[in-house]
């Protein structure tokens, strides 16, 4: 499966409500918590149509990184 990093990136920018984010920001540490974290983990399954786990975020917390996660799963 194939998304783009500028889709999570979005996705990141909209949860943290952040329009800094870059595609290697890190989701933590710009303050992201396990609450915000299952909001991104919903909108990459609504958008993305990809179903990930707490622990795929915890694995790959940018946008750079889920997005290749996302990749993984085809």
């Known amino acids: 499966m194939y998304v783009e990093v500028t889709a999570v990136s979005d996705i990141f920018r909209r949860v943290l409500e952040n329009p800094e984010i870059t595609d290697d920001s ?30 795929d975020f915890l694995d790959a917390p940018t946008p750079a990184a889920l997005a290749k996660k996302i990749a993984s799963l085809a």
């Open 26 to 55: 890190d989701f933590f540490v710009l303050g992201g918590d396990s609450l915000l974290a299952t909001r991104v983990l919903s909108a990459v399954a609504r958008d993305c149509g990809a179903e990930l786990d707490f622990d």
